[in-house]
């Protein structure tokens, strides 16, 4: 079957949806319910139950054990409490509720969070239900959109391959705001080959609008599938070349107006009575979004930053090149049907290199797969800031590209190249899979001979697919999908087995994606270089046990680091610079976390808790802090508005030394808090390292376990 749209579509590539029948009398339409489970009525009897399937699978997958991860990043998590209680710090993205600072990002990821945390209260559900939701979002999107051109059996495989690629599973059940930017992409993928089809302008505009809403959420990485987009529309549009022109200038208004807007109203409000933006040295967003988020990450010449400079071989964010992607530290993330997306990418550009300039299906390919080459040749290559966990981007495109190739190539499978090539994916997947398993050489060892030996055998029954009966011919293709998705399974489940916190997670078991590649590699990816002690990710993974506390044997696997001191311990010695001692995770009684509370932040015990609670309605904030992920620990364990002097890295200028002199001559402040230095990577003349040696100087210590407080309504004689 064809339509006007596909003239010559090939066996492999079922042909766009036809039209739906006319809606049938009122008296005899089904029930709603009835239509909800059986779908479109050319579908067969089986579409719709399993995409229901899929989806129900999926949302329980992403939902077990959810709560073990607490606040998960407590960075992003005070960001929505406070949007929560206020909104003005909703609209900016203020990591509190008195607006002292935003997060270094754009607040449309904050959003979900904020308003849910506003219905249902602070709690891990509240936070990270919204993600959960949109990871099942984003199977449902690219499950449409695969389906379209190559029926619902290669959607059903591309939404079952993203379900389970371990990252997609980690940060779809985190306060990222890599969920919602994940499925924007993806809708903004779909609305091109929808365009792609029948060539109507609103696709286009829609298509626009999703990337310039991902752009609020995490500015310019929403434009690396532009190039993609724009070349696949602008090629294969089935409109007059003038007519595809004025639509791309549509679709870029849109993308203007949908992601510029927000970013209009910050650059105009006046900086005095709005929140100094986080991230930036000029409280600019516009300095942020080219700087720091833009082009530092390529060049890793981020102002304000801990480290970059991957330069030409690697650096403090791991090697760069064309193999970063596999190797050791983002691999087991993203990398397990990588080589087979490869593979069957190329078999379908080779499959449609005939048909007309229109055709929907080679479109589609385009679509996906250039979305996936561009993403991954930026990710490989950008010497800035890089975290594995960024990956989850090429999730939608490379499951898409894996269900439309083998869709395309199993239909043709009676043709030696089609049934030859499938088997050379799965080759290729069943070798890299043990490859990986082997790097984890203590996890689950019988599997990687499963996966290895169980894919040869099903790749040697694809060269033959063509010439078996039906059932036989279905038996081999499971066969073959069990042995593809078993690895990469087997991780996803290991990822929703243990809760994640810190602003460092990674999916799979322990050891996987070590970062410097040796003991300094603590689990998680560490910090740059190769890990920090106090960095936990929940049970089993780095000692943290989902709500900022360490359990014994934190850290590396066997507790602390080489030379270091005991089970859960510090830096090498039994100290950490925030205050914790060895044994104690260097976060207990409101010690900071990893890097003296710039990765992690600290546990709140019950004495610190109530000191700052104490008297804390009169005040406008509670206590400060330098860095965000320090300050934001006391905010969610008080609900209190806590400063944090300097943001996330503790070397934003903001606020000054005279400026926060300012707060507390007018009584502003109750408390500042101690330890959590890793702000003063800017040395002794940043305004953070400057406001603690004035503090320190002039007020009163007050100690509560291993925390310190200094009082600022109380200076010293000497003060």
């Known amino acids: 079957m064809t339509t006007p749209d596909t003239p010559a579509l090939l066996p492999g590539l079922a042909p766009a949806d036809p039209p739906a029948p006319p809606p049938a009398p009122a008296a005899g339409r089904a029930s709603l319910p009835r239509r909800l489970w ?100 984003t199977v449902a999107v690219v499950y449409a959109a695969v389906r379209r051109r190559s029926g619902p059996g290669a959607g059903l495989l591309a939404g079952v391959v993203l379900a389970l690629t371990p990252v997609a599973a980690l940060m779809f059940r985190f306060n990222n705001p890599d969920a919602l930017l994940a499925l924007l992409m993806s809708v903004a993928c779909y609305l091109v080959v929808r365009a792609l089809e029948d060539g109507r302008t609103k696709w286009l505009v829609w298509a626009g609008t999703a990337i310039g809403l991902a752009f609020l959420t995490k500015t310019l990485q929403a434009f690396l599938v532009l190039p993609a987009l724009a070349l696949a529309y602008g090629v294969c549009a089935p409109v007059r070349p003038r007519r595809r022109l004025v639509q791309l200038a549509s679709a870029t208004a849109a993308l203007v107006v949908s992601g510029g807007w927000w970013v209009a109203i910050v650059e105009l409000w006046p900086a005095a009575s709005r929140p100094y933006i986080g991230g930036s040295q000029t409280n600019s967003f516009l300095e942020l979004t080219f700087g720091y988020n833009g082009l530092g990450r390529l060049n890793g010449e981020e102002t304000g930053s801990v480290g970059g400079g991957g330069g030409a071989g690697g650096g403090q964010w791991g090697e760069t090149g064309w193999d970063r992607m596999f190797n050791a530290e983002v691999g087991g993330q993203i990398a397990w049907l990588l080589p087979a997306a490869l593979i069957l990418l190329a078999a379908g550009l080779v499959l449609t290199r005939r048909l007309p300039r229109t055709d929907p299906a080679r479109g589609a390919f385009l679509v996906w797969g250039g979305s996936l080459l561009t993403t991954m040749a930026v990710f490989s290559y950008m010497a ?177 680091l080489p030379g270091g001191g005991p089970a859960g311990g510090g830096l090498p010695g039994g100290t950490l610079p925030g205050g914790g001692t060895a044994g104690e995770g260097g976060r207990t009684g409101g010690g900071a976390g990893g890097m003296g509370g710039l990765l992690d932040g600290a546990q709140v015990g019950s004495e610190a808790r109530e000191l700052l609670e104490t008297g804390a309605d009169r005040y406008t904030w509670a206590a400060a802090a330098v860095g965000s992920q320090n300050a934001a620990s006391y905010q969610l364990a008080t609900g209190e508005p806590v400063m944090a002097i300097g943001g996330f890295n503790g070397t934003d200028p903001s606020p000054t030394l005279a400026q926060f002199r300012q707060y507390v001559a007018d009584g502003r402040i109750h408390y500042f808090i101690g330890g959590g230095t890793g702000g003063r990577m800017g040395g002794d003349s940043g305004s953070s390292a400057q406001i603690a040696s004035w503090v320190e100087a002039r007020f009163e210590k007050v100690t509560v376990g291993s925390a310190t407080f200094y009082d600022l309504t109380c200076p010293t004689s000497t003060g």
């Open 38 to 137: 059986r779908g479109r009525p050319e579908d067969p009897r089986w579409v719709r139950p399993a995409f229901l399937g899929l989806l129900l699978a999926t949302g329980l997958l992403y939902l077990y054990g959810l709560s073990a991860s607490g606040y998960a990043n407590s960075f992003y998590s005070a960001a929505a409490q406070a949007g929560s209680r206020s909104w003005k710090a909703f609209f900016f993205g203020s990591l509190d509720a008195a607006n002292a600072i935003t997060v270094d990002k754009p607040p449309a990821a904050l959003w979900p969070m904020a308003l849910s945390v506003r219905l249902f209260g602070l709690n891990s559900w509240a936070l990270l239900v919204p993600q959960v939701l949109m990871g099942v979002g």
């Open 384 to 560: 800035g800031i890089f975290h594995q966990y960024y990956t989850v981007a090429l999730a939608p495109y490379l499951a898409a590209v894996v269900g439309m190739g083998a869709a395309a190539l199993w239909e043709r499978r009676a043709s030696a190249g089609a049934s030859l090539t499938l088997a050379a994916a799965l080759t290729a997947t069943a070798a890299w899979g043990y490859v990986l398993l082997l790097r984890t050489p203590d996890y689950l060892p019988w599997l990687r001979w499963l996966v290895l030996v169980g894919g040869l055998a099903a790749a040697l029954g694809l060269v033959f697919a063509g010439r078996l009966g039906r059932r036989t011919a279905l038996a081999v293709a499971a066969a073959a999908l069990v042995a593809a998705l078993a690895a990469p399974a087997a991780y996803t489940v290991s990822t929703v087995r243990e809760g994640h916190s810190g602003s460092i997670v990674t999916a799979g078991p322990a050891g996987a994606s070590m970062r410097g590649g040796g003991p300094g590699g603590a689990r998680g990816g560490g910090f740059p270089g190769g890990g920090m002690p106090g960095q936990g990710q929940g049970q089993g993974q780095g000692g943290g046990d989902g709500q900022g506390r360490n359990q014994p044997g934190g850290g590396l696997p066997g507790g602390g």
